[in-house]
């Protein structure tokens, strides 16, 4: 195992150099700068703005001197005059941000992405149990009534996307009723809207995997012999039937998690969260090159260590499979 997760983390470095490249040129392409949207300032603080953020250096080596910053600072000279002191030797570097000048983006990630991570997480666990929950009651009664009426709800999760569905509830919830508040992340009661929104697309799709995989494995030779056996059908259901049941699943978690991880920068926006997301998406209007370029950075290590994780627990559960 320890293998193939270092095979895997080596996999992903050319992988990260292609997301950090592309990054970087495209936004560099885009018309208009980090200062172009302030107020109009002389000829001369443009120039300082410019040399003392490097922005007057050449194209190429503004990606090196960015690619050398990435680095852990045991790499660099300098790491001797840390001495002992780990987090300084193998910190990275994001940065200063070019819209907040007095703070770095390593600081505004420390602060905003624990609310994406929570928003993240709710809108997960709701998810798995709503979804594994439908797709059961959908498989083990299948062709009926709740069937239907299970399908018919995985099916609406699939086609109504997130930016349609959390302006409903928010007019149904919040503004109708009085339930809920319509945005902020003060209390527990606004965390519901925010993972009722974000995940009842991902538990749509996993309670349609589940309720393929659940029927796939009822039609098994060793499910009819547990029967036979005078096994009780939760057992059959719950001990037999749904570790192999929920192998779609499992394989759907690191797309799932990636999903959810972008489409909180919908959520956020849509409901004034304040987290990541929603910072991510003001930079990109801000022209915030270390903002974006960090936050896509983070983004694609964390989906990266998901699918690491996926492949393991899917091994874990089927022992067909080997690491490979």
């Known amino acids: 195992m320890l293998r193939f997760i270092g095979l895997r983390l080596l996999q992903s470095i050319p992988v990260m150099l292609v997301i950090i490249t592309g990054t970087f040129f495209m936004q560099r392409f885009v018309p208009g700068g980090p200062f172009t949207a302030e107020r109009a300032v002389t000829p001369e603080v443009q120039r300082n703005l410019a040399a003392y953020y490097h922005l007057?250096?050449?194209?190429?080596k503004q990606y090196t001197d960015y690619l050398w910053d990435l680095c852990p600072k045991a790499f660099h000279p300098s790491a001797l005059e840390n001495g002992p002191d780990l987090k300084a030797a193998f910190g990275i570097d994001f940065r200063p941000s070019f819209k907040y000048p007095n703070r770095t983006v390593n600081e505004i990630i420390a602060d905003k992405l624990p609310v994406s991570i929570e928003l993240g997480a709710y809108s997960l666990a709701f998810a798995l149990v709503f979804g594994v929950s439908l797709g059961v009651f959908a498989a083990v009664r299948r062709n009926s009534w709740i069937d239907y009426i299970c399908s018919s709800a995985a099916m609406t999760g699939i086609c109504v996307p997130t930016f349609v569905m959390g302006p409903l509830l928010v007019l149904a919830f919040a503004i109708h009723l009085h339930v809920f508040n319509a945005s902020g992340w003060?209390?527990?009661?606004?965390?519901v809207l925010p993972c009722l929104t974000l995940g009842s697309v991902y538990a749509a799709y996993i309670a349609r995997l589940t309720r393929g995989g659940l029927l796939e494995i009822l039609s098994q030779d060793f499910i009819r012999t547990a029967r036979a056996k005078g096994a009780s059908?939760?057992?059959?259901?719950?001990?037999?039937?749904?570790?192999?049941?929920?192998?779609?699943?499992?394989s759907f978690l690191g797309p799932a998690t990636a999903g959810i991880l972008t489409g909180s920068f919908v959520i956020e926006t849509i409901f004034q969260i304040p987290g990541l997301g929603r910072e991510f998406v003001n930079s990109a209007f801000n022209r915030d090159y270390t903002l974006v370029l960090g936050t896509v950075i983070l983004y694609?290590?964390?989906?990266?260590?998901?699918?690491?994780?996926?492949?393991?627990i899917q091994v874990c559960l089927n022992p067909k499979l080997k690491f490979e």
């Open 300 to 312: 694609a290590a964390l989906i990266v260590i998901m699918n690491l994780v996926v492949d393991i």
């Open 186 to 191: 003060y209390g527990p009661i606004d965390r």
């Open 56 to 60: 007057d250096d050449p194209l190429w």
């Open 233 to 250: 059908e939760a057992r059959v259901i719950f001990r037999h039937a749904l570790r192999g049941g929920l192998l779609p699943v499992v």
